[in-house]
């Protein structure tokens, strides 16, 4: 059967042959598409490795030394300090609320971040397999961040709760698992140290305090490898936020609407005042409503353009499984069964849409690499560098084999249900029917 499936393939190859090609770059488009929108909701559906649904925050801001209501008595670090502690054990007191810090500098809903290259000594060495650009996460030791982030720990490392009674020194940290995992593999991480260069080339070590579960800084992108490292002296700015985690069975909304007033009449305090109270859920969802937006739209492009490709590739097949009536007449005369007629043209299909998607798949890997997609959706860096995670999204090999899957399968199965219908009814028409009507 296979033999005849290529022989018929062959001797129709000029008929065939833009088809094939269309096929082809279909599945260069498609991938695209579905690429996009697979890394997207794969990402979505992961967890963000704290409880944010029961979160919120409040924006502190400075009076301006030009400001009429600007206090010089307050304008001094310590007394700075002191006021933020106060409005911390304030907003502690309030009713629902079962925690809260506070972080300088919000960003990506955890904290200040920046990027510093971390490795591991080996003896006297350093083992170059083991250099990795890590996101630093500050945190205010003694405030509870653990706790009110819902940032869980992994065994063999002190609680949340002990995490917030321990003296920090100045250079101590905390990984993720990713983190520990990638340099010290099974070994418990706590206890271990990892190093940096500073920017006056000295060698800092960092001694691990604990290890936490798995936490992404962006909720669009998998987890990132994180380390979460001590501010012991307050950094007081123009702003600064506070985070608060209410009790469990709270309803946020209802929360916000009486936490609201209270913030705007208690939390003025020296030269703080309160600007805003929000919902995690809502800083999240308007600081990246514009990747969402652009998702959203691909998603929508990916739908549209299915619809279409299954409309136009069922079309396709259907005239061109038609117009064999004559030949499918003659193959029934030498002894070939409904069942035959059926399989051979759903083989055809099969054969020719398996290596159309091959040629196409490899002709956009080609693309790929040429132009440093590797790695890459539409261009747009998944932070490989700053990810140790094994997600098949970070490893491109797995990540073109995936997507090409799915491309495969969504055009392999158009090809099959153009058809099958046409097919099914050509292989019912009577041989000698068949003959006269041609």
């Known amino acids: 059967m296979w033999k005849i499936i290529f022989q018929n393939l062959w001797s129709r190859r000029k008929k065939i042959g833009w088809i094939f090609t269309e096929l082809a770059i279909v599945t260069m488009i498609l991938w695209v598409l579905i690429d996009v929108s697979t890394v997207f909701l794969y990402n979505k559906s992961l967890p963000n490795g704290y409880d944010n649904d029961r979160l919120c925050q409040v ?17 001094t670090e310590e007394a700075c300090n002191e006021n933020i502690e106060r409005i911390l054990r304030k907003v502690k007191d309030y009713e629902g609320v079962e925690n809260a810090t506070y972080i300088f500098t919000f960003w990506q809903y955890l904290g200040t971040s920046s990027v510093q290259t971390y490795y591991m000594k080996s003896g006297n060495e350093a083992v170059d397999s083991l250099i990795k650009p890590i996101h630093v996460m ?12 819902g940032i869980e720990t992994t065994e063999g490392s002190p609680s949340p709760e002990e ?3 321990l003296n920090f020194a100045w250079n101590d940290a ?11 593999g099974k070994e418990n991480a706590v206890g271990k140290k990892l190093f940096f260069i500073d920017w006056k080339k000295d060698t800092i070590w960092c001694p691990i305090k604990a290890v936490v579960k798995d936490v992404r800084h962006q909720s669009y992108r998998p987890n990132s490898a994180l380390i979460f490292r001590p501010l012991l002296k307050p950094e007081v700015y123009d702003y600064c936020t506070l985070v608060v985690r209410v009790k469990d069975g709270v309803d946020m909304s209802d929360f916000l609407k009486g936490f609201d007033e209270f913030v705007n009449k208690e ?8 600007q805003k109270v929000e919902s995690l859920n809502e800083i999240i969802r308007v600081s990246e409503i514009s990747y969402v937006t652009l998702n959203d739209i691909t998603l929508i492009l990916t739908v549209f353009f299915l619809i279409n490709l299954s409309l136009g590739v069922v079309g396709t097949f259907w005239l061109q499984t038609r117009d064999r009536v004559e030949e499918m007449g003659v193959l029934r005369t030498f002894g070939a069964t409904k069942w ?5 043209l759903l083989g055809e299909g099969f054969v020719l849409s398996t290596l159309a998607v091959f040629v196409g798949c490899m002709l956009y890997l080609q693309i790929a690499l040429h132009t440093e997609l590797v790695g890459t959706s539409l261009g747009m860096s998944y932070n490989i560098g700053t990810n140790l995670t094994d997600s098949w999204i970070l490893h491109f090999g797995e990540h073109f084999m995936v997507i090409s899957l799915l491309c495969y399968a969504v055009i392999t199965l158009t090809v099959l249900a153009g058809i099958y219908i046409p097919a099914h009814s050509i292989s019912n028409v009577n041989p000698i029917e068949a003959l006269r009507d041609e």
């Open 138 to 149: 500050r945190f205010h030791p003694n405030t509870n961040y653990f706790e009110t982030y």
């Open 59 to 75: 924006d502190i801001r400075t009076y301006s030394e030009d400001d009429p209501m600007y206090n010089e008595e307050y304008g």
């Open 267 to 274: 939390l003025n305090v020296g030269n703080f005042y309160a």
């Open 174 to 184: 905390v990984i993720t698992e990713d983190v520990a995992k990638r340099f010290f």
């Open 163 to 165: 995490l917030s009674e």
């Open 340 to 344: 035959n007629i059926r399989i051979m």
